[in-house]
Every structure is written in structure tokens, then in C-alpha cells.
């Protein structure tokens, strides 16, 4: 069975700090991956996502993430914190499977900036 | 407390034909957002209602595709004169609306296949 898991529901970085979201996902086939933000009141927005080729792939805003199979986790990272990038952050998981497409979510991990 | 009810699951149609694609949010969410996920894509948004209102639709095509949520009952997403091109799967979330404490629920996804 597919499932992700993020780690914490919650994460609390200061300002300026480097902001690192986890994520693992469990798959019997080649996945994809994806990681969506969503402001308040808005609707999701796709940060980036990982189908194939470069395992390090690159989103708005600064973000990024890199798949690695061995670990199955497809981690977000930025740099430096800015005060608006509070907002809850998803990792999913799509798979085809006989033709079949589903998509797995995590339970999102809502990202607050310390000033 | 059952989350976000889409169905049917899997939706098998011939060009030309009606689709329609049903989402019962969760109990006491007034939100509900539709988006479409195309094979190797991530989530496109398509459309945001509340009750009897549509509040954003600035993601639908301006053509064959309609939502609607009713006072009563679930929302659906109607797709008039399917074409090959609309296969895809469907995707709903629901939320409260409670802006200080807003997550979106999903749905399990609607197969839209088009023979």
C-alpha cells in the first residue's frame, strides 16, 4: 500500500534560518512527488515536483527538494526563512497503477517564521 | 466522522457524453475546492465555492465545464461533451473556512477516463 508521512505537524523556524520539511513515502512503484503549499484562504499551489531525470529539483519561491530512492524521502528545504512563506506545506504521491491513478497525500506540516 | 466523499471512484465515458463528478465535503465544511491532476502533473486548481457561490473559477475552462454547490448536497463538477484530452483524475477538499486555522481535506479522486 502507498502512504507519506510528514514529520511534524507543526515546524517553527526563525527568520533568516534554514526551514527543512520531511518527507517519506512508501511505494511499490516508481513514484511521483510532489510538494504543494497552501496560504490562508487560498486554495493549494504546486511548489515542485519530481517525475524523472535530476533527483534535486527546484520550486518557487526558493525551495527545494531532493528524491532520494534509498531513503524514500523527498524532503523540502530553503535556505532562509522569509515571514511569507508561513503557510501548511503537503507532500503527495501519485501513482499509475493498471491504469488506475491515485494520489496519496501527507497530513500537511504548517510552517511558522519566528521575526 | 467521514472525510471528504468523491464518487463515483472510477467514471468511464465515450466522447460526446455528460460527466458528472460528485464531492461530499466534510461534515460542517462550507468550502470546496476542485482540481485536476493530469498524468505527470501535479494539481491544477480549477475551481473554489462556498455555499451557492462561486467564489473563484479561475481555473476552469471557459467551455463544457461546470460546478455548482448547492445549499443542499454534494458539489459536482459537470463536464458536458467529454473529449479524450478531459481524462484525468479529479480531485476535491473540502475546509471549514475558519481562516485562523484553515487545512484542506481531500478526497480520493474521481478517474475520469474517455473512450
Known amino acids: 500500500a502507498q502512504s507519506v508521512t510528514q514529520l511534524g505537524s507543526h515546524v517553527s523556524v526563525s527568520e533568516g534560518a534554514l526551514v527543512l520539511l520531511r518527507c517519506n513515502y512508501s511505494?511499490?512503484?516508481?513514484?511521483?512527488l510532489f510538494w504543494y503549499v497552501q496560504y490562508p484562504n487560498q486554495g493549494l499551489q504546486l511548489l515542485l515536483k519530481?517525475?524523472?531525470?535530476a533527483t534535486l529539483v527546484k520550486g518557487i519561491n526558493g525551495f527545494e527538494a531532493e528524491f532520494k530512492k534509498s531513503e524514500t524521502s523527498f524532503h523540502l528545504t530553503k535556505p532562509s526563512a522569509h515571514m511569507s512563506d508561513a503557510a501548511e506545506y503537503f507532500c503527495?504521491?501519485?501513482?499509475?497503477?493498471?491504469?488506475?491513478?491515485?494520489?496519496?497525500w501527507g497530513a500537511g506540516t504548517k510552517l511558522i517564521i519566528k521575526p | 466522522n467521514a472525510g471528504v466523499m468523491q464518487n463515483p471512484r472510477h467514471l468511464v465515458r465515450r466522447r460526446g457524453q455528460e460527466a458528472r463528478l460528485r464531492c461530499s465535503p466534510m461534515?460542517?465544511?462550507?468550502?470546496v475546492y476542485w482540481y485536476r491532476q493530469l498524468p505527470e502533473e501535479g494539481l491544477k486548481f480549477m475551481v473554489y465555492?462556498?455555499?451557492?457561490?462561486?467564489?473563484?473559477e479561475s481555473g476552469m475552462p471557459k467551455e463544457r465545464f461546470s460546478a455548482e454547490f448547492p445549499k443542499e448536497g454534494p458539489s459536482i463538477l459537470r463536464i458536458q461533451q467529454v473529449v479524450r484530452g478531459d481524462s484525468a483524475a479529479y480531485f476535491c477538499?473540502?475546509?471549514?473556512?475558519?481562516?485562523?486555522?484553515?487545512?484542506?481535506?481531500f478526497g480520493s479522486g474521481t478517474q475520469l477516463s474517455v473512450l
Open positions: 465555492l462556498q455555499k451557492e457561490n462561486i467564489i473563484d
Open positions: 503527495a504521491v501519485s501513482v499509475s497503477m493498471d491504469s488506475n491513478y491515485q494520489l496519496i
Open positions: 511505494s511499490s512503484v516508481p513514484p511521483y
Open positions: 519530481y517525475t524523472t531525470g
Open positions: 477538499a473540502s475546509s471549514s473556512g475558519d481562516s485562523q486555522n484553515e487545512k484542506l481535506f
Open positions: 461534515k460542517g465544511h462550507s468550502h
